[in-house]
């Protein structure tokens, strides 16, 4: 026999109270026998949130299916929940299906110990840990985005996403979000900015006449380049000859200056 325990809350992150959670054998219709502890005091079932949107009952070990429910909200639907006391706890299952709209999966992901915050990570020993995003059936997109504010619909928001052909990295807005710069770091220093104008930028200020580091690379080769640059539009190849020292850009043909 194990506990489980939840909690219960709307797309705003508020609790829901007095929701009824209807605790079902899995891939059935029927009501699950559940109990107040660890022990034989059988309890309700439904069980009712209190007025923090938390539940909580024993059940013996096996597999069940969730339906949080109460008027006006959207039912969500927890399939396949493994309760198992040989293990350390905690939800598994062959998925979760939040039905209706609006749903969120909500955890502690701010406390100032990282080993303190919820986390996805396999089940493997030792393994690694690898989270697929998928479309379905014959769909070809996939993206995970990023918002600044609780509303997603008017928020800045960056974006990894994916169709048949590219994998694209985004910054973009929704409503009244703002357009914000794509910026990259590295040792917690900014290396590289793109602005909400497209302008290409390296570091955030001079470098020393003596740095070793933050430059800008280009391609170069031990002699003069021959090959034709696949087109661009509005854009062309630079290049560089160490051998002859001559600074080449691909207008139509390689075109050169000597460097000095």
């Given at each position: ?24 054998e899995a891939g059935t219709s029927v009501l699950a026998t559940l109990y107040e ?224």
């Open positions: 026999m194990q506990k489980y325990f939840n909690t219960a809350a709307d797309k705003e992150g508020r609790a829901i109270q007095s929701a009824s959670v209807f605790v079902y502890d660890n022990g034989s005091t059988i309890t309700t079932n439904p069980v009712t949130t209190d007025s923090n949107g938390l539940f909580e009952f024993y059940a013996e070990d096996g597999r069940y299916d969730l339906a949080i429910v109460k008027s006006g909200y959207a039912t969500v639907n927890i399939v396949d929940l493994l309760l198992d006391d040989t293990s350390s706890g905690g939800l598994s299952g062959t998925g979760i299906m939040l039905t209706g709209t609006g749903g969120r999966i909500k955890g502690n992901f701010t406390a100032a110990a990282l080993i303190d915050r919820h986390c996805i990570q396999t089940t493997t020993a030792n393994g690694i840990t690898n989270v697929p995003i998928i479309p379905d059936g014959t769909g070809d997109q996939s993206g995970f985005s990023v918002h600044n504010a609780s509303d997603p619909d008017n928020a800045g928001y960056g974006q990894v996403a994916i169709d048949a052909t590219k994998v694209a990295f985004v910054s973009s807005k929704k409503g009244t979000g703002a357009y914000l710069p794509a910026q990259f770091f590295t040792s917690d220093l900014q290396r590289l900015e793109i602005d909400v104008n497209g302008s290409i930028a390296p570091g955030t200020a001079a470098l020393a006449t003596n740095a070793t580091s933050g430059f800008i690379y280009m391609t170069t080769s031990a002699g003069a380049p021959t090959g034709v640059p696949t087109a661009k539009t509005g854009r062309v190849a630079i290049h560089y000859d160490t051998t002859n020292n001559r600074f080449y850009i691909y207008n139509g043909a390689w075109r050169s200056v000597l460097l000095s």
